[in-house]
């Protein structure tokens, strides 16, 4: 009778060391949310840096439509300079 009250003890001991306590799951949803944090200020960087290359491009294309829409320089030869 002791052996078996004994093992249903153990048995009874091991189940409850092997459940998280509320501490460790406490910790692992902090660390759950700032790991989403992260990913959403990472998300928002690169949103943001899209959006900084994309002005960029914008405003090189117009500078070189603008340039485009210049008159041509034209080269005086250099024999005429010297008169």
Do not use: I
């Not at 960087?45 to 070189?64: F, G, T």
């Amino acid at each position: 009778m002791k052996k078996v009250l004994f093992l249903a003890l153990a048995a009874a001991s091991f189940s409850f060391t092997a459940c998280e306590s509320k501490k460790e799951e406490a910790t692992e949803k902090a660390a759950e949310n700032v790991e989403a944090t992260g990913e959403m200020k990472a998300d928002a960087m690169e949103e943001k840096a899209d959006s900084v290359r994309n002005s960029a491009d914008a405003k090189a294309d117009k500078m070189e439509e603008s340039a485009d829409k210049m008159a041509p320089a034209t080269e005086a030869p250099a024999a005429d300079a010297k008169k």
